[in-house]
């Protein structure tokens, strides 16, 4: 692939001051998040998805039922799995994944509403799956974001905003129709292309005017099951989609055994931006690594550097291509070990893609001028 297939045009500006702190990273986590159980619209319940995800490797899961805090008294560690209880705000359209909440929004305000009413209440959140197109038999409606003009809470400076830059359910069953259905099932790759152009277009556009903004991938897990004239089928069980995408958080120290200090480390590494997406049936991301350094200080993904010089971005993943994304346009390709100084602010991120298939998206590195 050549780098112009992944250029666009944006602009810029700098991001808030208390993003500006850089850190090193020495323990990863590797979790999911949109999850739903028998609660709202899932087949599953909570012992089916920890399940699930312990045989995943899984250290941390996010359950986003439905406009539900139910499950929110079993929250914390279940064996080797911490799990987390929040809540998606589902209207007809405009859904939103609401964090830290110790009460259900009420899905009948207005996106900008719910998402300041989150924000007033000490919560924060994102946007869920926003660049849906189609409807079909796995999805009767279209749950896009209709203004993306609304990309946070009113009053937004020091806040952590969020946006779905992959979902992986949303983008399998785009395209999906009765033809295609069953070679897609058995065969998920031949439905999923990564991130929309829009999706990723919008996400850098954001941090690039400073509304410092981090992505992640959500699996929208629902192990959906249908009636055959033999019986009935799951499609796509927790298991199976525990092994699509993953978010690696990039952590100073291990989750605490105390449920409520490790909630506190995924939210802060996630807010922060301190994470990467990646998809596991591509092949195990969970040691890419991607930093950048001034002469005095290493950041990695989620941390701002002063630009005095230059900056010497370093990445490395066995078996994939590395994009070096500046500013939305693709500024150097290298094959699994890239090494590039740059002179120019702006907003640095990692692309990587294996066998012509995207693989993994980290939250971008900020350059600013000294």
């Known amino acids: 692939m050549r780098a112009d297939d992944y250029k666009s045009a944006r602009s810029s500006s700098p991001v808030p001051a208390c993003y500006t702190q850089p850190m090193t990273s020495h323990v990863r986590a590797r979790g999911a998040l949109h999850i739903h159980t028998t609660v709202s619209d899932g087949s599953g319940t909570l012992e089916d998805v920890v399940c699930a995800a312990h045989a995943a490797g899984l250290q941390w899961i996010i359950i986003t039922d439905h406009n539900s805090l139910a499950l929110r008294a079993r929250a914390g560690?279940?064996?080797?799995?911490?799990?987390?209880?929040?809540?998606?705000?589902?209207?007809?359209?405009?859904?939103?994944?609401?964090?830290?909440?110790?009460?259900?929004?009420?899905?009948?305000?207005?996106?900008?509403?719910?998402?300041?009413?989150?924000?007033?209440?000490?919560?924060?959140?994102?946007?869920?799956?926003?660049?849906?197109?189609?409807?079909?038999?796995?999805?009767?409606?279209?749950?896009?974001?209709?203004d993306w003009h609304i990309d946070g809470p009113c009053e937004r400076a020091g806040h952590a905003c969020g946006l779905e830059i992959w979902n992986w359910m949303s983008d399998w069953s785009e395209g999906l129709s009765r033809w295609n259905v069953l070679p897609r099932v058995m065969n998920p790759a031949l439905g999923t292309r990564g991130p929309t152009p829009a999706t990723l277009a919008w996400w850098d556009r954001l941090n690039m005017a400073g509304r410092r903004t981090f992505g992640f991938g959500g699996v929208d897990a629902h192990a959906l099951r249908y009636r055959v004239p033999f019986g009935q089928v799951e499609i796509f069980p927790y298991r199976r989609m525990f092994g699509t995408l993953v978010n690696v958080l990039l952590l100073t120290e291990p989750l605490a055994a105390d449920a409520a200090v490790a909630t506190r480390q995924v939210?802060?590494?996630?807010?922060?931006?301190?994470?990467?997406?990646?998809?596991?049936?591509?092949?195990?991301?969970?040691?890419?690594?991607?930093?950048?350094?001034?002469?005095?200080?290493?950041?990695?993904?989620?941390?701002?550097?002063?630009?005095?010089?230059?900056?010497?971005?370093?990445?490395?993943?066995?078996?994939?291509?590395?994009?070096?994304?500046?500013?939305?346009?693709?500024?150097?390709?290298?094959?699994?070990?890239l090494a590039h100084s740059a002179a120019r602010a702006g907003v640095y991120r990692l692309e990587a893609r294996r066998r012509n298939r995207p693989w993994l998206f980290t939250n971008p590195i900020i350059v600013e001028d000294a």
């Open 77 to 146: 560690w279940h064996g080797d799995v911490l799990v987390i209880v929040d809540q998606e705000v589902t209207p007809a359209r405009n859904h939103y994944l609401a964090f830290g909440l110790d009460h259900v929004l009420d899905h009948h305000m207005t996106p900008q509403a719910f998402i300041d009413a989150a924000y007033a209440a000490g919560g924060f959140g994102a946007i869920a799956h926003p660049d849906e197109m189609h409807a079909n038999r796995f999805k009767p409606d279209v749950y896009r974001w209709d």
């Open 267 to 337: 939210y802060a590494a996630l807010g922060a931006g301190r994470s990467f997406v990646a998809d596991q049936s591509v092949g195990d991301a969970t040691g890419a690594r991607f930093w950048a350094s001034d002469g005095a200080h290493v950041a990695e993904c989620g941390a701002t550097l002063h630009l005095h010089d230059s900056i010497r971005f370093e990445a490395a993943l066995p078996g994939a291509w590395l994009y070096l994304i500046h500013n939305g346009r693709v500024m150097v390709q290298a094959r699994e070990r």
